[in-house]
């Protein structure tokens, strides 16, 4: 185990695939020698250990530069159970040492030209471009802004290449008028109810569109998960695009986990080609989750955080990630996943405040259990000054049985149930209610989250996995029609 790092190393250090010259591989060496006893280094070509409370993020299974992904907890990484989650040790370390708000500058993708290589040679070049004179008497001054200063002017560009220039700061839309039908009610100010639809899992599409038309009269927009436990079905993207066919509205998910920079970017230009609005970005289900043979888990090669700075960008600024200009960008309403229940709430807020400044406009948030628990991270949200630059939905799940709402408690990462619902539910369940009493309870947490409106809260988004039938009962008996409703018998009928 490394001195410093208090995880083990998940997976082996990078190495180099191309022939470097003697003096080149022997700082490689030497730099591989003196961060990897202590740091758990694994040579990544793109250091940011200071940035990270000194703690090298590369332990992390999926590879995210940009904090904890929604399974992380304080007890194991929800990956590998037998190591810690070593985004939770950076930002318990970061808060400890009053570093936490380094964790907000948004970090770049790996540059695998660089990967394997060292860091040490950028950073020598980088002081004999500002004169190794000025540097050294800069960090030699009394004065700490000096210092801090000068110390930055090394390291910044380092850390943050041309082609990125990631910060810390708030970037607010380019834009003003709605680009979708979602982001007009939203501004308008209604109370929004978006829910999901699984995607089939064969290439018959009957129940997609038995759901789509069900489920359109009674919500903002439908949600077309994107290979949810890692396990293939239909593409979001394809889902998205024949839900627009039957006139509904969707929110086109991503997971970080299937794309590449390249695929990203291409994909979602032909997605707003295909007339898609509201996208969302999400790291994905981990291959941990996947049935077997199971493909790589420890190579991600933009993490949420990064493909919200990406998108964004390529939206607001019109260039592509390596800088190319990008002629006609293209609209989008730009979301992203929100963990209130994962880690600590404010290591969760932290993280959401990051994907706030790095685009998201609204939050789909995972299921929530807990209204009282909710209000600890929206509290935690508001102490940052970000609740007027998000819209968020949270995330509810009718229980349809007992086994269901154990299994959720236990195995899906960033949800809690708490004992008096699971009792509710066994009790339900042995007097044959048990699906009543699970609409019962999602009933209870509307109410609860609706007294939150003015809260930071925006709306609900309806998770019935399996169950999609039950979601326009749930919105009416929850009074959340949404304004001008019109049945689908009224429809029929006019
Ligand atoms: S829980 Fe998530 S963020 Fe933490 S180490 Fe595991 S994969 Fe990485």
Redesign the pocket.
Known sequence: MPLLTPGRR?QPAFYPFKRETPGYRALETLELAVKGPIWGCRMCGNCLLQETAFICPM??????RN???????QE?????ET??????RIYDRAFKMGREEMLLEVLPPLDWDKVGGETWADVIRQVRKLGTGKVVSGLLSKDAKVRSTTWDSVFRPVRQPDWWQGDSQYHAPKYTEPVSELERRLKAGEFVVTAEIAPPISAKTDKLFKNIDALKPYVAAVNFTDNPSATPRTASWACSALAISHGAEPVMQVAARDRTRVGLQSEILGAVDLGIRNILCI?GD?MKMAPTPRGRMDIVDLDAVQMLWVLRRMRDEGRYLDGRELKTPPEFFLGAAASPFASEPRFQALREHKKINAGAQFFQTNVVFDAERLEVWLNELAKRNVLDKIYILVGITPLKTLKMARYMHSEV?GVSIPAALLKRMEAAEQAGKGQEEGVQIALELIEKIRKLEGQGIHGVHIMAVGWEEIVPRIVSEAGLLPVGFTSIEQTAIA
């Open positions: 998940w332990e992390c299974p999926k590879g995210v904090g904890p992904c929604g399974g992380s907890t194991h990484c929800y990956v590998d190591r810690p989650c070593i985004w939770y790291s981990s990462p």
